[in-house]
């Protein structure tokens, strides 16, 4: 039984508490936040213990901790935590700096720890549908890759100023996605944003609607589209056209009831935000860990994996910054 310390009751606190619990294999034992409320009452939700960040991490009696605080506050955590001995899931990105993330993976390596970045979205079951069939040579060799991703209203002006902006906070899925999906990383990045959502997003230094083409060195183009606000759900879908056919991943509806009448033919919208569309890739993501951590195997998606998400972040935000495509070998 994996015993796990939870660091972090925010909104996605909660939801990795729900999974680590309803998983047979782990039991959370305790929960830390820097708002004490937070952190008391998730904890008395689940019967654990309060105890500080620090603590949790120095507990041997504890094997493994999810990281789900603030951003700023990954890598120091995830370096402590594995010189302490446990296996860590942490929250993307692994930092707001890439030089800073690079110095984590580092610090890491030496330790021999599992480390697991929580890229949910290559747990969902239509995505990992998607790669298997492109892995099996279903429709040939993959040629075009279109990945969209809306939410359905922009988050507050407060957060947007401490997310690290749309490319690390929001795209960073996006860019993780592109390369699961085309097995490397782009050789190069171009970006074209603005704020015509909210102003105030603008006004802080960043966009909030967003399109990056990426170009891969035999050829292959993917294109990123991003926006803030779709009124009408959360918008996640897959488009991967291959030289022998096209596969698609659509978007997880409301219901499944369409109504056909002479006026038209109507359905249900798309489930409203990542809670709702999300919790079951959240559930298989805990599980994989979990499995990894038990028999001693690699982790499915790696530290590395959150720094190159992270580059590609921040090739994007210099395209956007310089009006030109960027590229991702020259990164720093």
């Given at each position: 039984?994996?015993?796990?310390?939870?660091?972090?009751?925010?909104?996605?606190?909660?939801?990795?508490?729900?999974?680590?619990?309803?998983?047979?294999?782990?039991?959370?034992?305790?929960?830390?936040?820097?708002?004490?409320?937070?952190?008391?009452?998730?904890a008395a939700e689940y019967g654990v213990a309060v105890k500080s960040s620090e603590e949790i991490i120095a507990d041997p009696a504890i094997d493994a901790v999810l990281i789900a605080t603030s951003t700023d506050t990954h890598s120091p955590l995830i370096e402590a935590a594995t010189a302490a001995g446990k296996a860590v899931l942490c929250e993307k990105p692994v930092d707001l700096s890439l030089e800073r993330a690079r110095a984590c993976l580092a610090a890491v390596e030496?330790?021999?720890?599992?480390?697991?970045?929580?890229?949910?979205?290559?747990?969902?079951?239509?995505?990992?549908?998607?790669?298997?069939?492109?892995?099996?040579?279903?429709?040939?060799?993959?040629?075009?890759?279109?990945?969209?991703?809306?939410?359905?209203?922009?988050?507050?002006?407060?957060?947007?100023?401490?997310?690290?902006?749309?490319?690390?906070?929001?795209?960073?899925?996006?860019?993780?996605?592109?390369?699961?999906?085309?097995?490397?990383?782009?050789?190069?990045?171009?970006?074209?944003?603005?704020?015509?959502?909210?102003?105030?997003?603008?006004?802080?230094?960043?966009?909030?609607?967003?399109?990056?083409?990426?170009?891969?060195?035999?050829?292959?183009?993917?294109?990123?589209?991003?926006?803030?606000?779709?009124?009408?759900?959360?918008?996640?879908?897959?488009?991967?056209?291959?030289?022998?056919?096209?596969?698609?991943?659509?978007?997880?509806?409301?219901?499944?009831?369409?109504?056909?009448?002479?006026?038209?033919?109507?359905?249900?919208?798309?489930?409203?935000?990542?809670?709702?569309?999300?919790?079951?890739?959240?559930?298989?993501?805990?599980?994989?860990?979990?499995?990894?951590?038990?028999?001693?195997?690699?982790?499915?998606?790696?530290?590395?994996?959150?720094?190159?998400?992270?580059?590609?972040?921040?090739?994007?935000?210099?395209?956007?910054?310089?009006?030109?495509?960027?590229?991702?070998?020259?990164?720093?």
């Amino acid at each position: 039984m994996l015993k796990v310390g939870l660091l972090g009751a925010g909104r996605i606190g909660n939801v990795h508490a729900k999974a680590i619990s309803a998983h047979p294999g782990s039991k959370l034992v305790a929960v830390s936040d820097v708002f004490a409320e937070n952190a008391e009452k998730l904890a008395a939700e689940y019967g654990v213990a309060v105890k500080s960040s620090e603590e949790i991490i120095a507990d041997p009696a504890i094997d493994a901790v999810l990281i789900a605080t603030s951003t700023d506050t990954h890598s120091p955590l995830i370096e402590a935590a594995t010189a302490a001995g446990k296996a860590v899931l942490c929250e993307k990105p692994v930092d707001l700096s890439l030089e800073r993330a690079r110095a984590c993976l580092a610090a890491v390596e030496p330790t021999g720890q599992p480390v697991m970045i929580g890229f949910n979205r290559r747990f969902d079951p239509s995505f990992g549908a998607l790669k298997a069939a492109a892995q099996g040579g279903e429709i040939g060799k993959a040629e075009l890759l279109a990945l969209t991703s809306f939410d359905p209203a922009p988050p507050p002006v407060e957060y947007v100023k401490v997310s690290g902006g749309l490319f690390r906070d929001m795209m960073i899925h996006d860019f993780d996605m592109a390369n699961f999906l085309m097995g490397e990383a782009p050789v190069t990045v171009s970006a074209a944003g603005s704020s015509i959502v909210d102003p105030a997003i603008g006004a802080a230094g960043d966009v909030d609607t967003a399109v990056v083409t990426m170009t891969y060195a035999d050829g292959r183009i993917a294109v990123i589209k991003n926006s803030r606000r779709a009124a009408y759900g959360y918008d996640q879908r897959i488009e991967l056209l291959g030289s022998e056919g096209l596969l698609q991943a659509q978007n997880q509806l409301e219901n499944l009831v369409v109504k056909s009448t002479a006026g038209g033919v109507t359905g249900a919208k798309p489930t409203w935000f990542f809670l709702e569309r999300y919790m079951p890739a959240y559930e298989a993501e805990w599980a994989a860990f979990v499995e990894a951590v038990e028999a001693g195997t690699p982790m499915p998606v790696t530290l590395a994996d959150g720094v190159a998400a992270l580059a590609m972040a921040e090739a994007a935000a210099r395209s956007l910054a310089e009006g030109k495509p960027v590229a991702l070998a020259g990164i720093q």
